[in-house]
Nanobody, 115 residues
């Protein structure tokens, strides 16, 4: 059973930083994609950042230059460093991992940015 457990969410002021972590059970190298999505109230879940097994990354236009996704294979952990946070970044952030065309999701962590 694959489990993804996020942590690091919280309340910050606009302009501040926050770092999210996601511990993935099993060998993280076996996953084709690792990424972060977010869902704001009343909106659809959207891609924030993703990285593949080759180390390539892709970001939503709204977070480019502010957010960085990274991974530590030894710790089976994927990170999302969020800088210069804006009120519109407020959402529940979900970690996701894909293996053999199956997507796994964490329970989500709340990020709130006050203006």
């Amino acid at each position: 059973q694959v489990r993804l457990v996020e942590s690091g969410g919280g309340l910050v002021q606009a302009g501040e930083s926050l770092s999210l972590s996601c511990v993935v059970s099993g060998n993280i190298v076996s996953f084709t994609f690792l990424g972060w999505y977010r869902q704001a109230p009343g909106k659809q879940r959207e891609l924030v950042a993703i990285t593949n097994s080759g180390g390539s990354t892709n970001y939503a236009d709204s977070v480019k230059g502010r957010f960085t996704i990274s991974r530590d294979n030894a710790k089976s952990t994927v990170y999302l460093q969020m800088n210069s946070l804006k009120p519109e970044d407020k959402a529940v952030y979900y970690c996701t991992a894909r293996r053999a065309w199956v997507d796994y999701w964490g329970q989500g962590t709340q990020v709130t940015v006050s203006s």
